[in-house]
């Protein structure tokens, strides 16, 4: 497993050894040991799995506030999503800067989202599927999130906009 920093202290793309052979392939998505060489050592409490019909649909910028803050590992199991964290560390040198990348089956990345990042993503195919291992159990009451669009943090999604959640156009501007 490869674990390639993103300019956002603590979060990663994660790039899996594909071992190919004459069936087909396998690879390993996480291994509590190399997770550990970069300081992961949380249990994952949740998976989840969701399935975007449309390209263009964006879906964020999701966190859970403390004490239910979560690490978020995402991988893309069908199609391709553009997929984004926004660092809200206020601590942070990069506090409110934003990482995009493409995520694929077939380039079978993966991004590891630290606690204090908000994480959200667009379908870049129709027929998208994510799967998420959570740290934290989901707790309505600490949801939160921040608009795709606040003007404060310019992410620039690569397709117009559709199918946006009526809860994700009511986050609050920064
Ligand atoms: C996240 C979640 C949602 N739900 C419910 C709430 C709602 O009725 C339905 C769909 O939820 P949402 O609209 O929040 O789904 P979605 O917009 O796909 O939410 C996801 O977005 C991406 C960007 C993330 O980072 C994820 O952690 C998660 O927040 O599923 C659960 O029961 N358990 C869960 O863990």
Redesign the pocket.
């Not at 879906?59 to 999701?62: D, E, F, N, Q």
């Given at each position: 497993m490869i674990f390639t920093p993103t300019p956002l202290s603590g979060s990663f793309l994660v790039t899996p050894r594909v071992l190919g052979d004459h069936r087909g392939w396998f690879m390993r998505t996480f291994c509590r040991n190399s997770f550990a060489e970069i300081g992961h050592h949380k249990e994952w409490v949740?998976m989840?799995h969701?399935y975007t019909a449309l390209k263009g649909t964006l879906?964020?910028?999701?966190f859970q506030q403390p004490p239910y803050a979560e690490i978020?590992l995402?991988r893309c199991i069908a199609g391709a999503a553009f997929d984004v964290i926004v660092d809200l560390r206020e601590n942070s040198a990069t506090y409110l800067q934003w990482f995009g990348a493409e995520i694929s089956a077939s380039n079978k990345q993966m991004l590891y989202i630290p606690e204090g990042f908000a994480?959200?993503?667009q379908a870049l195919t129709d027929d998208v599927e994510l799967v998420?291992c959570?740290s934290e159990f989901?707790t309505?009451a600490a949801?939160s999130g921040v608009r795709y669009n606040d003007p404060k943090l310019r992410i620039q999604w690569p397709l117009k906009a559709v199918e946006i959640?009526e809860?994700?156009l009511q986050h609050p501007l920064l």
């Open positions: 949740q989840n969701s879906r964020g910028m999701h978020k995402v994480h959200g993503f998420y959570h989901y309505p949801e959640s809860r994700d």
